[in-house]
């Protein structure tokens, strides 16, 4: 049942016209971001394959199949090898696969092959997960292709990944590509009430999440109020001081090893209170921007922010976002980053952040 999902409307029309003529691909891709739902999805699709008693092409979403197929039994070993084994629901045709590390592993790719020319033990359809397929190396895409290639009329594979541009040319001609978008705050907002969150906690949850709904349950509030904290100092030293000293000393805490994890959220946060102030500045109401709860500081930073600035430094968040991906020296990048907001390059052209 997909109305039980929350979100992606557009991918819930696409996946059940898939459904009702038949015509779902052997290889499917589900991109964006972490936590909107993708795995649920990819369930969601194993189990209207697997229905006993489907609706209109849907998972009944009661009958043993649709059941069993909701719960993935994950070792709860800390051991990697224990992990390089396919993750079986309660159904014995649907599981999943995970990076035991930093990569998926040939071994898997092959069990996956083995597995998906079986015919179903049970049900109509084999599904297997593939999640976070951008962690596919070389050799284990390699072994993954040969799957792809001639997937069993019976066996579906959906591969999962945030990052789509890590997979090899190879691979992803030969999925189907289904884009899932971050979810509303307000989407998010009604789920976390409808979860007995009281109204203000689900109001700042559902804004700091970044649509997406594993971090508006996962995210823990107080390293996000303090995430805002550091970077509203950033932002102030930026517009209203212009404190060179302030922002080096704060490039510098962004790397500091405990925030290392943490390094990619407070640069987004950093440019949510940068569209906030913008925003503002243009007379936007308070209603309608993302950190309302700190809208008297935004307030006076957006009556001395310059929107034109404001623009580019957003444009300068993303390049270095770009960046990382392909693992550049962060605090080299961090330490720029904020020196070319604070204007140290000639303005003129959009400087490139190195
Ligand atoms: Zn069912």
């Known amino acids: 049942m997909f109305d039980e999902l929350i979100g992606n409307s557009r991918v819930k029309a696409v996946l059940k016209r898939m459904l009702v003529a038949d015509r779902l691909p052997g290889a499917l891709l589900f991109t964006g971001?972490?936590?909107?739902?993708?795995?649920?999805?990819?369930?969601?699709?194993?189990?209207?394959?697997?229905?006993?008693?489907?609706?209109?092409?849907?998972?009944?979403?009661?009958?043993?199949?649709?059941?069993?197929?909701?719960?993935?039994?994950?070792?709860?070993?800390?051991?990697?090898?224990?992990?390089?084994?396919?993750?079986?629901?309660d159904h014995p045709d649907v599981g999943l696969v995970v990076a035991p590390k930093r990569v998926l592993r040939v071994e898997q790719m092959r069990q996956i092959e083995k597995e998906a020319n079986f015919r179903p033990f049970e049900g109509k359809a084999r599904v297997f997960l593939i999640d976070e397929?951008?962690?596919?190396?070389?050799?284990?895409?390699?072994?993954?292709?040969?799957?792809?290639?001639?997937?069993?009329?019976?066996?579906?594979?959906?591969?999962?990944?945030?990052?789509?541009?890590?997979?090899?040319?190879?691979?992803?001609?030969?999925?189907?590509?289904?884009r899932f978008s971050p979810l509303a705050p307000a989407e998010i907002e009604t789920h976390l009430v409808k979860n007995d969150i009281d109204k203000k906690t689900a109001r700042l949850r559902a804004r700091a999440a970044g649509g997406s709904m594993g971090r508006a349950l996962s995210?823990?509030?107080?390293?996000?109020?303090?995430?805002?904290?550091?970077?509203?100092?950033?932002?102030?030293?930026?517009?209203?001081?212009?404190?060179?000293?302030?922002?080096?000393?704060?490039a510098e805490q962004l790397n500091e090893a405990q925030y290392k994890d943490e390094f990619e959220?407070?640069?987004?946060?950093?440019?949510?209170?940068?569209?906030?102030?913008?925003?503002l500045s243009l007379g936007v109401d308070t209603s309608r921007i993302v950190n309302e709860d700190l809208s008297t500081e935004l307030k006076e930073i957006a009556q001395k922010i310059n929107p034109g600035r404001a623009g580019d430094w957003i444009l300068q968040i993303e390049d270095l976002r770009e960046q990382l991906i392909v693992n550049v020296n962060k605090k080299v990048t961090t330490d720029s980053l904020f020196l070319v907001m604070a204007g140290d390059v000639a303005a003129g052209k959009r400087p490139k952040v190195r």
């Not at 823990?220 to 080096?248: C, G, H, I, P, W």
């Not at 959220?265 to 925003?279: G, N, S, Y």
């Open 133 to 178: 397929a951008d962690k596919l190396n070389d050799a284990s895409a390699n072994a993954l292709l040969k799957v792809l290639e001639e997937p069993p009329r019976t066996s579906y594979l959906i591969l999962i990944t945030a990052r789509p541009a890590m997979l090899l040319p190879t691979i992803l001609s030969r999925c189907q590509m289904i």
């Open 33 to 89: 971001e972490e936590g909107i739902g993708k795995k649920l999805f990819a369930l969601e699709i194993a189990r209207a394959l697997n229905c006993r008693t489907p609706k209109d092409h849907e998972a009944c979403g009661v009958c043993s199949s649709c059941v069993r197929i909701r719960k993935l039994n994950y070792t709860t070993r800390d051991d990697a090898d224990e992990w390089t084994q396919i993750i079986w629901t």
């Open 219 to 250: 995210g823990d509030l107080v390293t996000f109020t303090s995430q805002r904290k550091a970077m509203l100092k950033v932002l102030n030293a930026l517009v209203l001081s212009e404190d060179r000293a302030q922002l080096l000393r704060s």
């Open 265 to 279: 959220e407070r640069l987004d946060v950093l440019e949510t209170l940068i569209r906030d102030a913008w925003m």
